[in-house]
């Protein structure tokens, strides 16, 4: 089992719906970041949080440590979100990422 | 700013060959990491380096696999020989110093290799 679970493995929307990725570790971790990889294969840092939500236009991201359970949100989603959302979790007192396997997004119009 | 550059964004070789991957980071950033990217493991952690020393290199695959940081701004990792199994595509990524799990992550546009 992979200490970085991602859910689900591939996701098809039509333009304007709401989308929600997740991600779950098991690995006691200081902070997890969201990524977003392009057809191109450009990776962009989206968010990274240790605690709580955070929003970036468009985007957000929460986190539950108890659960060891992290989400992102799309609202409003495009065409141009269509992408790879990584997961990576920072793990404890070290300073590795462990990656989650990646969500395929599409967006039709 | 110009980000975390890598050159070349392609390569080709022959099995055997020397390939020899750069990376400069962007100014003022003390931690360098090298990710190797292949569609069976995703991505995978090699190599990364604070203030130009290597602190892990436990995931380098194996002796062929040599990482390098001789200054601030300049990074190589060197695979010699070659095998088609290394096939993948290659990025390297740079953070600030204060908390480096608190910093993101800028990540180069990669290297994509092909070894045939």
């Known amino acids: 089992k992979n200490e970085v679970e991602q859910s689900p493995q591939n996701l098809t929307a039509q333009e304007g719906e709401f989308i929600t990725i997740n991600c779950s570790y098991s690995v006691g971790i200081s902070a997890l970041h969201w990524l977003q990889q392009h057809p191109g294969g450009g990776i962009v840092s989206l968010f990274m949080?240790?605690?709580g939500k955070k929003k970036h236009g468009r985007l957000i991201a929460t986190i539950n440590i108890q659960e060891k359970h992290s989400s992102l949100h799309i609202t409003a989603s495009h065409p141009r979100d269509s992408a790879v959302y990584i997961c990576?979790?920072?793990?404890?007192?070290?300073?590795?990422?462990?990656f989650g396997t990646g969500t395929r997004l599409q967006v039709f119009p | 700013d110009a980000g975390v550059i890598q050159s070349p964004r392609h390569e080709v070789t022959e099995m055997g060959q020397e390939v020899t991957l750069r990376c400069k980071p962007i100014s003022g950033h003390d931690y360098l990491f090298w990710y190797r990217q292949t569609m069976m493991r995703g991505l995978e952690l090699l190599i990364y380096f604070n203030n130009n020393v290597p602190i892990d290199d436990s995931g380098m695959p194996e002796d062929r696999f040599s990482a390098k940081m001789p200054n601030a701004s300049f990074s190589t990792l060197k695979i010699q020989p070659s095998e088609p199994r290394d096939s993948a595509v290659y990025f390297c990524?740079?953070?600030?110093?204060?908390?480096?799990?608190?910093?993101?992550?800028?990540f180069g546009n990669g290297t994509r290799l092909t070894v045939t």
């Open positions: 990524a740079s953070s600030v110093r204060e908390s480096s799990y608190n910093s993101p992550l800028h």
């Open positions: 990576a979790a920072f793990t404890y007192n070290t300073d590795k990422l462990i």
């Open positions: 949080l240790s605690s």
